[in-house]
């Protein structure tokens, strides 16, 4: 199978799964918000120092320069929150969005959620094509740890859109027509980084330095919020089991497809 279709399939896989897995657990529970922001900053973290960072160091001996891009992309991260182009709202209350959305305004939160879980979507896709066109061990790791931090943006998503008036169905629709951003992303990211296979080192420290951001600045803040010894064992208990994860995908890629790490 080639490259292109690795990326097509993880890239429709990713964005739909990540959204029905969502709504089959906040159907279940919306206490299930935490739990799984827990286990993608395992994930996401797993992926980055793990994975991602290992190849790039492979790709290049110079330490210093891709030290420097994995700073710089954390700011381009940074800024780009700033600028409300990348959003990562987990629960029913986000600092981009206010507190909760109201649930008669007729749409508006809901419009905001989706162009910006859209461009998010996107990015993922590129981060994607960018792990796969190294190798497909990567990318398949790469793929689990962007669907496992998925779920619970999409769970929160959820919330927003139903408290901001949209029927359980619509939600759902609405969350998919934005995860197609993912497969589009996934091809754009492709046929623009297949030429630049020389920076695709530092392409990947980019790749890590988002997944840090976001498992770092937007993911573990939040955890904050419940400090009671038991809850937090709880906390590092999942936060291991992403990490976990992301270990035995590797091990099972790397045995499946005969590729080293």
Not at 22 to 44: D, F, N, Q, T
Not at 127 to 145: C, E, N, P, Q, R
Not at 168 to 173: F, T, V
Request: hydrophobic residues 55%.
């Amino acid at each position: 199978m080639t490259t292109l279709a690795w990326i097509l399939i993880a890239g429709a896989a990713g964005g739909v799964l990540s959204v029905l897995f969502a709504s089959i657990a906040l159907k279940a529970r919306v206490e299930w918000v935490p739990v799984m922001v827990s286990y993608a900053i395992g994930a996401l973290l797993g992926a980055a120092f793990l994975e991602v960072l290992p190849h790039a160091l492979e790709l290049t001996g110079d330490f210093q320069k891709l030290g420097m891009s994995v700073l710089a992309g954390i700011m381009l991260f940074f800024l780009l929150e700033k600028l409300v182009l990348w959003r990562h709202c987990h629960v029913e209350t986000c600092e981009a969005h206010g507190t909760h959305a109201p649930a008669h305004d007729h749409g508006r939160s809901g419009l905001m959620i989706t162009i910006g879980d859209t461009m998010h979507n996107f990015v993922d896709g590129v981060i994607i094509a960018a792990a796969f066109l190294v190798d497909i061990k990567l990318g398949v790791v790469t793929t689990v740890a962007i669907v496992a931090h998925e779920i619970p943006q999409e769970m929160g998503d959820f919330v927003i859109l139903l408290h901001s008036g949209y029927s359980r169905r619509k939600a759902l629709i609405f969350n998919l027509v934005s995860s197609v951003a993912t497969l589009i992303g996934g091809v754009l990211g492709y046929y623009a980084l297949a030429p630049m296979q020389q920076a695709m080192a530092y392409i990947l420290a980019l790749a890590a330095a988002g997944m840090i951001y976001v498992a770092v600045a937007d993911l573990i803040p939040g955890l904050h919020k419940r400090v009671e010894l038991a809850h937090t064992g709880l906390q590092i208990a999942l936060i291991l089991a992403g990490v976990l994860t992301v270990w035995l995908v590797g091990s099972w890629a790397e045995s499946w497809f005969g590729v080293s790490a």
